[in-house]
């Protein structure tokens, strides 16, 4: 192998280098954002409400413009081709696809078409379409079970999973999750973040993914990124930063001598080291 072929195996599927992203020209909410994305991997960007994940992620799928948002600042490239200045569209016909926060279905449309939907950009045959529902039955029993039911009548769980099959149905490289958890209960979270691993583990698929509940992600994360205020404040494997001292104060809620009371954290004084 040449020293070419080399350097474009070694480089990421993603690289985000240095964002600065501005909404109606006067609001600046991500100052620098620098992340890169492996093929093959699982990767979260975490942090608060407002630290900027969502925005990351619409930086990446070309949706800032329909919120009136802009990259102003540095350059995202995906398979190693300059992507910030496309559109969405032709952005999914390279394989780049958001699940949208929320749990976005067409409510009026049952399961099957919501799923169907996701394939609409393909041009690659009934019989492809045909294949790649199947699959998602099969990593999504319960959507086989409901195909027929109206999306508005299945349960926050099944929507999420309506979400995430939809954007399979479009043969994605790289799927761009936003919020998974939000809405759901512990036990269904599992297993929407256990069928994740399971894709990325059989599949290929790679995940960039926004979260707030950091120990979930970082249980099933192979990198993690923390921003806060627009940056990047820390990143890691998502071993090391299960790890870290401050993750483990400020993020889960935990300390050297095990779980932190209410009282504990509200009158702890300790500034992050990342803002020292």
């Known amino acids: 192998m040449n020293a070419l072929s080399t350097a474009q195996s070694a480089s990421p599927l993603l690289d985000v280098q ?17 992340i890169h994305v492996d093929k093959g991997r699982i990767v979260a960007l975490l942090g608060g409400n407002g630290a900027g994940k969502t925005t990351t992620l619409r930086a990446v799928s070309c949706l800032l413009r329909a919120e009136r948002g802009e990259v102003t600042k ?29 749990r976005h279905c067409f409510a009026h449309l049952s399961i099957e078409d919501n799923l169907l939907a996701g394939a609409y950009s393909r041009r690659d045959g009934k019989a492809a379409v045909r294949d790649a529902l199947d699959k998602v039955y099969t990593y999504f029993p319960r959507l086989k079970e409901r195909r027929r039911s109206q999306a508005a009548y299945t349960s926050g769980g099944e929507q999420q999973m309506c979400a995430i099959g939809r954007a399979l149905m479009a043969d994605p490289r790289l799927i761009l999750l936003d919020e998974p958890s939000m809405g759901l209960a512990p036990q269904v979270v599992d297993e929407v973040f256990s069928i994740v691993r399971e894709l990325n583990q059989r599949e290929g698929t790679t995940f960039l993914l926004a979260e707030q509940n950091t120990a979930m992600a970082l249980r099933y994360a192979d990198h993690g990124y923390i ?40 009158s702890y004084r300790r500034r992050k080291r990342w803002l020292s």
């Open 74 to 102: 540095g350059s995202i490239h995906y398979q190693g081709h300059r992507i910030d200045r496309l559109d969405a569209p032709s952005l999914v016909r390279q394989g780049v696809v958001q699940v949208m926060e929320g």
């Open 18 to 34: 240095g964002i600065e992203v501005i909404y109606n020209h006067v609001i600046l909410v991500l100052k620098g954002v620098s």
């Open 227 to 266: 921003l806060e205020n627009g940056r990047v404040v820390l990143d890691g494997t998502a071993s090391h930063l299960a790890a870290n001292d401050d993750v483990r104060e400020f993020y889960l809620g935990l300390a050297d001598r095990g779980q932190k009371s209410f009282r504990d954290v509200r």
